[in-house]
């Protein structure tokens, strides 16, 4: 007999159906409740209704894909920036501050951009229901100090090979995200894991499957560190099964100067702000990188901000 791991045994068993949040729905305060449980639960949801096309979706897709299957020597034209901005096969960086766009394929940066755009007016959808699930004013998340002029960073991921967590090869290895939320678009290939509690030994793994037409959303530390830990950014991960997988994550962040104060509502006599977590800007946390490690991919990425 085949000799599994006990992780293996639960990840295979497990698989995980997450709250639907439609964003079609004009009652907010229903979607508010739905969300407000999502976010307690798991800190996953789906989004539906969410106005970003299929075809722009699929073309998203459709360009990631040719991209990757460029001669290597052709994405290094665009090779990864100090800023994290471009193309890395591997661990490294180089220097250039801006997008590392070129005309690498027609269309490509007519395609990213734009899907970017939808991606962060659909983030700013959500953070609007998340106001009122925070109970909060819908547009407490409006304002130029916060989603005004956010950064938000689009990473095209290709993973391909197999994980093999016994020797800790993941095509994308556990992590919380760091940002506000983080939309992703996976084209279908199973792999995405969360784990609720990471505090219970050992851990168990979900898979979370995508559902045909929609986003999988999940909440990032920043958000945890704004509402005084009441919402959770959850531990997540991505194994390979051999098969090439495809997917699209994009981060928000509140704008550069922002200031990450305990939101209103979110303290209590028993659960008072630790001052340290207060009151700092935001570039003070920025880690170096906004991808997690992979072991099995490449990736390309891009931001809005200098
Ligand atoms: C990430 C991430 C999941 C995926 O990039 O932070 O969790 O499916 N990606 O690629
Ligand atoms: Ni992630």
Not at 9 to 20: D, E, F, G, Y
């Amino acid at each position: 007999m085949e000799n599994k791991t006990e992780e293996d045994k639960v990840s295979i068993i497990k698989v995980s159906a997450l709250t639907c949040i439609d964003l079609d729905n004009s009652n907010l305060h229903q979607s508010a409740v739905l969300l407000k449980q999502a976010c307690l639960d798991s800190g996953f949801f789906y989004v539906i209704n969410h106005g970003i096309s299929e075809e722009l979706k699929d073309e998203a897709f459709e360009q990631s894909k040719k991209f990757f299957a460029l001669p290597l020597e052709e994405k290094m034209k665009v090779l990864r920036n100090e800023k994290y901005r471009g193309y890395a096969p591997f661990h490294d960086s180089l220097l250039d501050p801006k997008n590392q766009f070129r005309d690498v394929l027609p269309g490509w940066r007519e395609t990213m951009e734009k899907y970017y755009q939808e991606a962060l007016r659909v983030c700013k959808s959500i953070a609007r229901i998340m106001a009122l699930a925070l109970d909060l004013d819908v547009d407490y998340f409006n304002t130029p100090e916060m989603l005004g002029n956010p950064i938000a960073d689009m990473v095209l991921f290709h993973y391909e090979g197999k994980s093999d967590p016994s020797k800790g090869i993941y095509a994308c290895g556990a992590h919380s995200d760091f940002g506000m939320m983080s939309l992703l678009a996976t084209d279908g290939v199973m792999g995405l894991q969360i784990c609720k509690d990471k505090d219970v030994m050992p851990q168990k793994w979900e898979y979370i499957p995508s559902l045909k037409g929609a986003y999988i959303v999940n909440l990032g530390d920043l958000l945890e560190r704004w509402n005084n830990g009441y919402f959770k950014s959850t531990l997540h991960r991505v194994l390979g099964n051999g098969q090439d997988r495809y997917s699209i994550p994009f981060f928000l962040k509140p704008s550069h100067d922002c200031i990450i104060e305990c939101l209103p509502n979110c303290q209590s006599e028993n659960n008072l702000p630790n001052d340290q977590m207060f009151n700092v800007h935001l570039p003070t946390l920025q880690s170096s990188t906004c991808t997690p490690k992979t072991d099995l991919g490449e990736v390309w990425s891009m931001c809005t901000t200098p």
